[in-house]
Structures are given as C-alpha cells and as structure tokens.
C-alpha cells in the first residue's frame, strides 16, 4: 500500500479509575483526577505503529488540549509515533469543537493517508470526533474497526457484526476509528521512553469556531451537572437456622414475582 503518512487523534481523559467530584454545578467532571490517554486512543496509536512497521510510513499523533497533556504525548512517540502536535485549544467536552480544530491541524500538517482515532472517548464516550473530522477533511470513514491489516494497495478492515464479523476494503485517503479488540498497546521499553524525552513537540494554535467545513455552534456549554444521590433500602430475614432463613427467601422472591 502506498501509505507515506498516518495520523492518530489522541485524547488525554480524566482518570476513569480516580473518584470523580463536582464541586459546583455545571463544574466539568474529573478536574480534581490525574490525565491519563484515552484508552481506545491507545489501541488507535498500536494499529498506527503497527502499519508503520508494515508499510514505513510516518506517525504524527494529534493531541487537543492544555499543555499538561505533554507526558501522554511522549508516551505515544515511545509507542512508535514519528512526530507529536499538541493543538492548543480545550474543547473539553465539546465534540464538534474538538473535530473542529483536530481537522485544522491536520489540514495544515496534511496531507495524510490514514487518520486513526479511538472507538469513543473514555470521558464523554460519544464516538463522534473521528466522523466529524472525516467530513471536514472530505474523507470516507469507517468506524468500529476490530482489525487493520495492508491488503495491496488498501486496508482490509474488520468490524464485528450480529453472528460474526464484516471485512471491508479501504483505499486511502480513509479515516478510521478502532476498537478495543484490534490490539493489546504495546508498552514502550525504557530505551524508547528516553529518546521519546528528546523529541519537540510542536504547537499549533487552532481557533474552534475557525473556517472548518462542519455545521453547528461553535461550542457547546454544560448548563448544570450534579452528582445523583442514590437511595436503598434493605430488609432483613429472621430465621433460627439457614434452611429457615432460606425459606423466607423463596417466599419474598416468589411475592415479588422474581419465582
């Protein structure tokens, strides 16, 4: 396949592991969490790496946020990336704000021949970044990819469906949005975290609302959040030996119904 560059889009998420708080409404979720990669975004930048070794093309990975997000972009040029772009514009939560200034940057580093991204993002879980660039760039897409592989001068992609898996031909310019099942993400070796510390990454200054071929506002705004309260009750069997106890048992459970 005549692939010379990829591109992976490359989120850094609050911690899903981390106990989120909301310390006002409308306080965005996982502000107090460490940042982390997305994990899909992960098994994106192992495909990438993976047909770099197929093809010998080069890997820019694509990262929009703060400058707190520098350790996780290192972390996908020890994994194989070539090149790294910190787009300095948070669009938080923002999908359309996000594909907005990602499809700037890759129109000015560009072309590409393949653009991978994760399935969904680990945060808002929305899975409408990689399409919504596609359209900007004027690139077919093709979402849910469980494995990538070079077929001649295409891609033979393979998603699951209902009783099995579809394979579909992809011939660049294509954009592709990979699952959790394509791979296991390598870990990096020592070696290649140390060369990864030396490598600049660059900065490109992307305006959301800028001249980018997608509809719709030009950022969304969360107008309330809060944490649900949760409430239970719990009612207590008597019995004077477990065969007692496990009787009462059947007779709620067949009161309820559930027998």
Known sequence: MQCRNIAVLFKVVPDPEGVFEIAAPGDLPGRNLPQVPSVFDENAME??????EATQCRVTVFCAGAASAEPMLRRALAMGADAA???EQDAGW????AARVLAAALKAAGPFDVVLCG????DTGAGLV????????????????????????ALRVRR??????????????????????ANRPRMPSVIKVLQAKK?????????????????????ARIAGRSTPSATGACTMLDGATPADKAAALIDVLR?????
């Open 47 to 52: 495909a990438a790496a993976q047909l770099k």
């Open 160 to 181: 699951n469906c209902d009783g099995g898996h579809d394979v579909f031909l992809c011939r660049p310019p294509v954009l592709l949005t990979v699952s959790g099942e």
């Open 85 to 87: 772009v910190l787009v």
């Open 119 to 122: 399935r969904e993002a680990a």
């Open 199 to 219: 490598v600049p990454i660059a900065r490109h200054a992307a305006d959301a609302a800028g001249p980018v071929a997608l509809p719709g506002p030009a950022q």
């Open 130 to 153: 990689g399409p919504y660039v596609a359209q900007a760039l004027g690139m077919s897409f093709l979402t849910l990819a469980t494995a990538i592989e070079v077929a001649g001068d």
């Open 255 to 259: 009161a309820e119904g559930a027998l």
């Open 94 to 97: 923002d999908s359309l704000a």
